[in-house]
């Protein structure tokens, strides 16, 4: 089993739909998880970080955590040809010091 | 603030050569983590530097090394380059560390010939 796992993708939405990405982790002891977003040819950018229970918004993107189920989701609403991109969740491992990424999941937005 | 910056931005190197990579991190940015990406094994830990000692490390060989100045720039080398090596290598800073909120540069494209 993966440490980070994501929705293999890719998913396509139509624009103006919500697009949700999924990711699931294996360490019940991570507490900072991060959604970034890689366009083609371009490095991660970090968009969206969580470290409590519940949702955050910001703007159109809200993250969701639930750290029984160990899962942590990014909606996209209103989804638009720009939000096209690869995004990659990202999972601290408290005892290594560092983060681990999932493969990503490739999101395609059609006009 | 001025983003993370790496150099050179491509590399073309032959097999069995050396080469060195360099990051300058957001200002007031101490932690300095080096990233590989590959299509087929996505982005991989290397390591991380913290006021200039390395405080994790990933599962790399010993051919891959680091260090970080007391300016929070940071070098990775390579050495002995293998075909294998070809990827994308991205530095990435953060104001607390590799596993929290981290920003990364425009990475190094590497190819091995």
């Known amino acids: 089993q993966k440490e980070v796992e994501q929705n293999s993708g890719p998913l396509s939405v139509p624009e103006g739909a919500i697009a949700s990405l999924n990711c699931t982790y294996s360490d019940r002891g991570s507490q900072s998880f991060f959604w970034y977003r890689q366009y083609s040819g371009k490095s991660p950018e970090l968009i969206m970080s969580?470290?409590?229970?519940g949702d955050k918004e910001d703007g159109r993107f809200t993250a969701q955590l639930n750290k029984a189920s160990q899962y942590v989701s990014l909606l996209i609403r209103d989804s638009q040809p720009s939000d096209s991109a690869t995004y990659l969740c990202a999972v601290n491992y408290p005892n290594a010091g560092k983060s681990t990424f999932g493969d990503g999941t490739t999101l395609t937005v059609k006009p | 603030k001025a983003g993370v910056t790496q150099t050179p931005r491509y590399l073309i190197k032959t097999r069995g050569q050396q080469v060195t990579l360099s990051c300058s991190p957001i200002?007031?940015?101490?932690?300095v983590s080096w990233y590989q990406q590959t299509p087929g094994q996505g982005l991989q830990f290397l390591f991380e530097y913290f006021s200039e000692t390395q405080r994790n490390k990933g599962n790399f060989p010993g051919r891959f090394s680091g260090r970080q100045f007391s300016n929070s720039r940071s070098e990775m080398n390579v050495s002995t380059l293998e075909l294998g090596d070809s990827a994308l290598y991205l530095c990435a800073s953060s104001l607390v560390g590799a596993d929290y909120e981290q920003y990364f540069g425009p990475g190094t494209r590497l190819t091995v010939t």
């Open positions: 200002s007031g940015h101490r932690s």
């Open positions: 969580i470290y409590s229970n």
